[in-house]
């Protein structure tokens, strides 16, 4: 990629992958059809349909519309081959359980950002009457029924909250989730299965009640907007210079990204689903910007927030205080020329005139997008090495990007 050339023109955004995963192991829960549209074709989702049709389920994609009939379930072990692809296999247990009372899955893989340990979902199914032993790197749960219980999560987990939902839907009496995860991803899958017939109260706050019902319908959905695909694109028109716009975002999603992007002196315009964006000549420095979950600034924007704050005019402050290995991407940008110190879960960022291309390798999936977005502001060429994480969220960034007028090949 060559850096240096503003961009300029309209994309529209993708589906969201952290709502499509979940709705797609929920699709499991009902014996019947669900078909999902604006279904973002990327390698996770790929995965996971992968993951649905080792289960039994007949899966169809038409465009980027995907229809799963979920019939007949007659395979509740996930291979590893699938299974530790993605953190996100995970949910599969409380969907697996709520349908068949059993599953068995490899200790789900993923990004490497952190310790990401699954006691918060593992001590919740218990509590709901799962039985989960652990042998050899592989979960094996079962289940006469799975019944509702109260519970409290010492964290607002996304995946914890989504993987009891999953169980609940389809469980025995009432289940209450104090403290649960309140992200936009929550209220989508929540929406999916309400269409479907469960019954859900209080999804996006964070108290969730989800009263057992004995079987769902047929649905067909139509999924919201990826909120990180979108700050992905405003960040790399931050680093490049330019004007941008984005259809179809989900901008009451992104009020903390926004905030933040006016804090650096981007001039926005937004209208019910659509940002414009113009990058200012010289990025303002932040003081301090610290990740929380939603609805405060999103950690998987983190990374490319720090890739633009390095070339902003003074010294900025990240506190990343939700994964703690966030930071493998800092080695990369120092070889770019960027002036960065980490202490502890702080990122110290001192703002240089200039980025300079070389070869840099991405470990992970935002870490890797980032990447690109300071290749986009830097002299010279940037090659990304490993460039294959970034498929796992993003369907054609090489394209999207190639449109706004970007140097930029994948291949
Ligand atoms: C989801 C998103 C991910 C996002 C994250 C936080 C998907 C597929 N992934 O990940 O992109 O970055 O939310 O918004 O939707 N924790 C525990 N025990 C548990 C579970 C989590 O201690 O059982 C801790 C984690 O280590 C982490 C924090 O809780 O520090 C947040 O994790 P969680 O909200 O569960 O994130 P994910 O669901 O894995």
Redesign the pocket.
Known sequence: MRGGIPLYGELCVQGS??AA??ILAASLLHRGISVIHNCPRIL?VENTVQILQEAGCLVKWQGSSLMIFAENIQNTRISSKYGTQ???SVIFLGSLLGRKGNAILPLPG?CT??????????DSLKRMGARIEEEKEVLYADTEKMKGAKISL???????T?NIILAAVLAKGTTWIQNA?R?P?IMELCRFLKEKGAKIKGEGTSVIVIEGVRQLRDSEFFLMSDR?VAGTYLMAAMSAGGEISLKRAPVSQMTAQLQVLEAMGAQMKMEKNKICLKAPKKICRLVSVATH??PGF???LQSQLLAVLCKARGRSKIVET???GRYQIVPELRKMGAKIKIVAQEAWIEGVEELTGTTVRACELRGGAALIVAGLGASGVTTIENACFIQRGYEDIGRDLRNLGAAIETS
């Open positions: 992958k952290n995963l979940p996770d993605m953190r996100s993923g950002i952190g310790k990401r340990p699954i006691d918060l979902h593992l010492r964290f607002p987990s996304v995946g914890a989504e995860a992200e991803e990180i979950p939603y999103p950690t998987d939700i994964f703690e």
